[in-house]
T-cell receptor
Framework: AQTVTQSQPEMSVQEAETVTLSCTYD???????LFWYKQPPSRQMILVIR??????QNATENRFSVNFQKAAKSFSLKISDSQLGDAAMYFC??????????FGAGTRLTVKP | KAGVTQTPRYLIKTRGQQVTLSCSPI?????VSWYQQTPGQGLQFLFE???????NKGNFPGRFSGRQFSNSRSEMNVSTLELGDSALYLC?????????????FGEGSRLTVL
């Protein structure tokens, strides 16, 4: 069974600094997708960044980047120059094409001014 | 382009009642998935519909059911409500053939069972 583990229930970062959120997953598949979703308080879940497993290059979206280690089944999210608006629950997710998306338990990120 | 729309946004029911939640996917998206989100269990997959057929199903009792219409809109129904059914129910859609795997989520329907 595919599982996703986020070992950090809560993280805190000072505004303008960098923070890394951890995620590991378990799968026997070779072709899959990995995602980081952001869920602000009482707001919609939105995609932050995604990574196709067949791509060796780590995905980057502005201040957000990932460290994808396929052999280690690790997919961490780095947020650079943290902003107050980054405060949210962050979910790591895994999906095989045409199957359900599996989510980790989430990491609550607090950004201190 | 309008996003995923879920109605109602908030509702309160009592034990034993039933509830129907609605989801309109993004135009052109034919796959709709439903998730239950609770503080204790996190995000749990309920079911997915594609072209009016249930394609995948999570590990929930038969009280939870769903359907999809020809216009891709979907409904989920929970019968004989229990206190533990209190949760945020999220609907998400995806475009077949996009090869990205990404789900687009609605704002959710928050159900409180008293």
């Amino acid at each position: 069974a595919q599982t996703v583990t986020q070992s950090q229930p809560e993280m805190s970062v000072q505004e303008a600094e960098t923070v890394t959120l951890s995620c590991t997953y378990d799968t026997s598949e070779s072709d899959y997708y990995l995602f980081w979703y952001k869920q602000p308080p009482s707001r919609q879940m939105i995609l932050v960044i995604r990574q196709e497993a067949y791509k060796q290059q780590n995905a980057t979206e502005n201040r957000f980047s990932v460290n994808f280690q396929k052999a280690a089944k690790s997919f961490s999210l780095k947020i650079s120059d943290s902003q107050l608006g980054d405060a949210a629950m962050y979910f790591c997710a895994y999906r095989i094409a045409n199957n359900d998306m599996r989510f980790g338990a989430g990491t609550r990120l607090t950004v201190k001014p | 382009k309008a996003g995923v729309t879920q109605t109602p946004r908030y509702l309160i029911k009592t034990r034993g009642q039933q509830v129907t939640l609605s989801c309109s996917p993004i135009s052109g998206h034919r796959s709709v998935s439903w998730y239950q989100q609770t503080p204790g269990q996190g995000l749990q997959f309920l079911f997915e519909y594609f072209s009016e057929t249930q394609r995948n199903k999570g590990n929930f009792p038969g009280r939870f059911s769903g359907r999809q219409f020809s216009n891709s809109r979907s409904e989920m129904n929970v019968s004989t409500l229990e206190l533990g059914d209190s949760a945020l129910y999220l609907c998400a859609s995806t475009r077949q053939g996009a090869n990205t795997g990404e789900l687009f989520f609605g704002e959710g329907s928050r159900l409180t069972v008293l």
